[in-house]
C-alpha cells in the first residue's frame, strides 16, 4: 500500500511500532491549524522530516523539533504550548512516538495545571474527534429593544482569557462592529459661523470692502472643532500574554475607525506601531506588530518606556487635548521612584489619562503592588479591561467626561 496523502503531502512510512509518526503529526498540525496557527502543507512536511531527522530522545527533544518549525510568531508560543500538552499527553503519543525512534525511551511525563488558553487549544484538538465532548452551545439569539443580542450577551461578559478559538474569532467580529464616538475638542482656530454671537473683524471688513463700505454686514465666527489624538501605550509582557492579541485586534479597530491614533507596544522596551496598525488587514496588522517587537511576552520596565516616550513622542503626538489609554497590569519590575515622575509628567501632558487594566475583573482589587500604588494618583480613570463590555464601556466614555465609578481616589483611599 502507497503511502497516505494528507493535507497535500504524502506522509512517509512510519517504523514498526505502537501508533504512525507522519499521521499523528499531521494531525497535531490540522489541529494548530484550527487553533489560528499559519501552517500549510510545505511547514507540515518540515515538521515530519525534522522529527525523523533528530530523532526523539525525550518529550523537551520532540517539542523543540515541532516548536521550531510550527510556530513562527511570538504570540503563538504559548497556544502551541498548551496545544501540545493535550495533544500528546491525553493521547499517550509522545511515548509512542519516542517507542519508534528508539527502543528505550524515559517516561517524562509531568502534572502541569491548566492555563487559560487550555479551552481555545482544546477546542481545536478535539473539535474533529468522534469522541470528542460537547461543545458548549450558544443560546438563541434574540433582538431586545436595545437594539443588543441577548445570545451575545455571555460572550460579552466572558474573560478573554478564558475564551476558546471559537469565542475569540466570535469576539473579534464583536470587536468590528463596534461604533465609534465622534468626540471633539475646541481649539484656538476659528471657522465661520451662521450661528455664533461672536463677531469675526477680518471678515467683517473685507466683506464691506467687496461694497466700498456703503453696506456693512457682521461677519461671525467659532472655535473650530476637531477630533484629539488617542494614544495607546499597551503592554505586552508577558504577565500580559493572555490578552495581548485581542487587544491588539481592538487596536487595529481604534485605527481604522478613527483618525490620528497612535499605538506604541512596550515590555522592556518602547515599539512605535503606528504605521504597522494602518494595515487593512488586521492579520497583516498584527504580524507586522510582532515582527517588529523585540521583547514580546519578557519582562517590564514601565517606568524607563515611559521615560522614553516622554523624552521622545510626548511633544509629537499630546497635542489638542490628547486622550492617552495606558494597557497594563501595572506589575513594575524596577523601582517605583522613576515611575512615579514619568507618570506625573505623562499625566500633565495630556488631557485625559486612562488607565486599563485586565486585574481589575477580579471583585475586591486592592492596590497592593508597588507599581499599581505608585501609577494610580497620576491617572483620571481607571477601567478593567478583560472583555467585550469592558472595551464597549470604554469606547462609549471617549467622548464624555471623566466617569464617576472609574474614579481611582475609591481605589486611593485603601493606600
Not at 514498526?16 to 501552517?39: E, H, Q, S, T, Y
Not at 467585550?388 to 486611593?412: C, E, N, Q, T
Request: charged share 30%; glycine share 6%.
Amino acid at each position: 500500500m502507497g503511502p497516505a496523502m494528507q493535507d497535500g503531502i504524502a506522509a512517509p512510512p512510519s517504523p514498526p511500532g505502537d501508533g504512525r509518526l507522519a499521521d499523528n503529526i499531521v494531525f497535531f498540525a490540522r489541529a494548530l491549524r484550527k487553533a489560528g496557527l499559519k501552517i500549510g502543507p510545505a511547514t507540515i512536511a518540515d515538521a515530519i522530516e525534522a522529527v525523523e531527522t533528530i530523532g526523539i530522545g525525550s518529550r523537551d527533544e520532540f517539542h523543540a523539533a515541532l516548536s521550531s518549525v510550527f510556530v513562527k510568531r511570538h504570540e503563538d508560543l504559548a497556544l502551541f504550548d498548551e496545544a501540545f500538552r493535550l495533544f500528546w499527553r491525553s493521547r499517550d503519543l509522545v511515548q509512542k512516538m519516542i517507542a519508534m525512534m528508539s527502543p528505550v525511551a524515559p517516561d517524562n511525563r509531568e502534572t502541569e495545571k491548566p492555563k487559560p488558553a487550555e479551552l481555545r487549544a482544546s477546542d481545536a484538538l478535539l473539535g474533529d474527534r468522534e469522541d470528542r465532548r460537547p461543545q458548549r452551545e450558544m443560546p438563541d439569539i434574540e433582538i431586545d429593544a436595545r437594539f443588543t443580542t441577548s445570545g451575545n450577551e455571555l460572550l460579552r461578559r466572558m474573560d478573554f482569557a478564558q475564551m476558546s478559538a471559537a469565542e475569540i474569532a466570535a469576539a473579534k467580529k464583536e470587536l468590528a462592529k463596534l461604533e465609534l464616538p465622534l468626540d471633539s475638542v475646541r481649539t484656538r482656530r476659528f471657522v465661520p459661523s451662521h450661528s455664533s454671537s461672536k463677531v469675526d473683524p477680518r471678515a467683517t471688513m473685507r466683506s464691506a470692502l467687496r461694497t466700498g463700505g456703503t453696506l456693512i454686514l457682521p461677519r461671525y465666527r467659532e472655535p473650530k472643532e476637531m477630533q484629539p489624538p488617542l494614544v495607546v501605550l499597551a503592554d505586552i509582557s508577558g504577565s500580559m500574554s493572555q490578552y495581548t492579541r485581542i487587544f491588539l485586534h481592538f487596536l487595529h479597530v481604534l485605527t481604522e475607525k478613527r483618525r490620528r491614533v497612535h499605538t506604541f507596544l512596550f515590555g522592556t522596551r518602547l515599539t512605535n506601531v503606528t504605521r504597522q496598525m494602518r494595515h487593512k488587514d488586521p492579520d497583516e496588522a498584527l504580524d507586522e506588530c510582532a515582527a517588529a517587537v523585540r521583547d514580546w511576552s519578557g519582562g517590564t520596565r514601565i517606568g524607563e518606556t515611559l521615560k522614553e516616550f516622554n523624552r521622545l513622542w510626548a511633544r509629537r503626538v499630546l497635542g489638542q487635548g490628547a486622550i492617552v489609554l495606558l494597557i497594563t497590569d501595572g506589575l513594575e519590575r524596577e523601582g517605583v521612584e522613576l515611575l512615579q515622575s514619568e507618570m506625573d509628567r505623562l499625566h500633565r501632558s495630556c488631557r485625559r489619562l486612562i488607565w486599563l487594566n485586565p486585574l481589575l475583573r477580579f471583585e475586591g482589587f486592592e492596590p497592593r503592588a508597588r507599581g499599581v500604588r505608585a501609577m494610580l494618583p497620576h491617572v483620571d480613570e481607571f477601567r478593567p479591561v478583560h472583555n467585550l463590555l469592558s472595551l464597549a464601556d470604554l469606547v462609549s466614555a471617549l467622548s464624555v467626561g471623566r466617569a464617576g465609578a472609574y474614579d481611582p481616589r475609591r481605589f486611593l483611599a485603601k493606600l
